[in-house]
């Protein structure tokens, strides 16, 4: 029963959400060749499994 009361105290700041943001977006772009050749490896397979051609 403590913390709720003191967290409805609090002021919080907008920085920490922003720099979450930013770090997601950091790692989205290093991550983001890697995810590309996953989804052209294992897409692929599956639509050439189910008759798929684009």
Do not use: E, R
Not at 10 to 25: E, H, I, K, R, T
């Amino acid at each position: 029963g403590k913390v709720l009361p003191m967290l409805q105290n609090q002021q919080f700041s907008s920085v920490p959400p922003l720099l979450v943001w930013l770090w997601a977006g950091v790692m989205t772009a290093l991550f983001w060749p890697l995810h590309m050749l996953g989804v052209k490896l294992v897409y692929s397979k599956i639509h050439a499994s189910l008759g798929i051609s684009k």
